[in-house]
């Protein structure tokens, strides 16, 4: 593929390449980060949360959608303060995760420890396959 | 003045990194963020998954490193699946200025986030002087 002179000559020669990675990363993630791990009946979603006051956390369930939102708050500053770096972020987010099954509203739990949210999302008893027994004629 | 900048990561040493691996697999450097007020320095560093025992702070000539292991958070009984973060312990060195005073040094963290508070050296502290009318 040919793309014209120009594009070479901008002050950042990587443009493009990021702008290629950005296009591929946006869409499929954002704050904060999920894993998911999964057993027979069971899914679990772990996601880095640091700073975040676990009572600020909503976690709501419908279907097969799992839906967990929050606020990282800014910290208090004492008046007169100096910053000299600024890494953290901060501000509302929203994170919703399918799942492959229906979820179980009243069994799902959650916690956060030490800045790490972890929910526990199970199956409902309608939705698990059941074996059929096959009786002789 | 206050000079407390990170250290550049070819600094860490590598053997160090090395044998931590055997813990787990990856080393981070966590987001900080510095603050100054009148009273010293704070930083405030973003480390979670990571408990008050198993961080590590340590001060030498002037230089604080800071580490901090993480627990596995794998549930029990499940297996891995979809992955979109990593898990490892963090590494950070930040040098000191003169001004700050390293025995002095108080650390506390809450919800994953580390915050360590290195006070003004008293001789460093602004003294005010009245001045008369003769």
């Given at each position: 593929?040919?793309?014209?002179a120009?594009?070479?000559?901008?002050?950042?020669p990587f443009?493009?390449?990021?702008?290629?990675?950005?296009d591929?990363?946006?869409?499929t993630?954002?704050?904060?980060?999920?894993?998911?791990?999964h057993?027979?009946?069971?899914?679990?979603?772990?996601?880095?949360?640091?700073?975040?006051?676990?009572a600020?956390?909503?976690?709501?369930?419908?279907?097969?959608?799992?839906?967990?939102?929050?606020?990282r708050?800014?910290d208090?500053?004492?008046?007169?303060?100096?910053?000299?770096?600024?890494?953290?972020?901060?501000?509302?987010?929203?994170r919703?995760?399918r799942?492959?099954?229906?979820?179980?509203?009243?069994?799902?739990?959650?916690?956060?420890?030490?800045?790490?949210?972890?929910?526990?999302?199970?199956r409902?008893?309608?939705?698990?396959?059941?074996?059929?027994?096959?009786?002789?004629? | 003045?206050?000079?407390v900048?990170?250290?550049?990561?070819?600094?860490?040493?590598?053997s160090?990194?090395?044998?931590?691996s055997?813990?787990?697999?990856?080393?981070?450097?966590?987001?900080?963020?510095?603050?100054e007020?009148?009273d010293?320095v704070?930083?405030?560093?973003?480390?979670p998954?990571?408990?008050?025992?198993?961080v590590?702070?340590?001060?030498?000539?002037?230089?604080l490193?800071i580490?901090?292991?993480?627990?596995?958070?794998?549930?029990?009984?499940?297996?891995?699946g979809?992955?979109?973060?990593?898990?490892g312990?963090?590494?950070?060195?930040?040098?000191?200025?003169?001004?700050?005073?390293g025995?002095?040094?108080?650390?506390?963290?809450?919800?994953?986030?580390?915050?360590?508070v290195l006070?003004?050296?008293?001789r460093?502290?602004?003294?005010r002087?009245?001045?008369?009318a003769?």
């Amino acid at each position: 593929m040919l793309y014209p002179a120009s594009t070479f000559l901008r002050r950042d020669p990587f443009s493009l390449v990021r702008r290629f990675h950005g296009d591929f990363a946006n869409g499929t993630r954002g704050y904060p980060f999920v894993n998911l791990w999964h057993s027979q009946d069971r899914v679990a979603i772990t996601a880095e949360v640091p700073g975040v006051d676990p009572a600020d956390i909503d976690i709501s369930v419908k279907d097969n959608l799992l839906v967990f939102s929050g606020e990282r708050k800014a910290d208090t500053m004492p008046e007169k303060t100096l910053w000299h770096q600024r890494e953290r972020n901060f501000g509302k987010f929203s994170r919703a995760v399918r799942i492959p099954f229906n979820l179980d509203p009243d069994k799902t739990e959650a916690r956060v420890r030490n800045g790490v949210l972890e929910v526990v999302v199970h199956r409902r008893e309608e939705d698990k396959p059941r074996r059929i027994e096959v009786k002789a004629a | 003045m206050f000079e407390v900048e990170s250290l550049p990561q070819e600094s860490a040493p590598k053997s160090e990194c090395a044998s931590d691996s055997a813990r787990s697999a990856r080393l981070y450097r966590p987001l900080t963020d510095i603050i100054e007020s009148d009273d010293g320095v704070e930083l405030r560093i973003e480390m979670p998954g990571v408990s008050s025992e198993d961080v590590e702070l340590e001060l030498a000539r002037r230089v604080l490193t800071i580490k901090g292991h993480v627990q596995s958070t794998k549930p029990e009984g499940f297996t891995r699946g979809y992955w979109e973060y990593g898990e490892g312990d963090y590494e950070r060195a930040f040098t000191l200025s003169e001004d700050l005073d390293g025995s002095r040094i108080d650390a506390q963290i809450c919800d994953g986030v580390l915050s360590v508070v290195l006070p003004r050296a008293e001789r460093a502290k602004a003294h005010r002087m009245a001045v008369k009318a003769a």
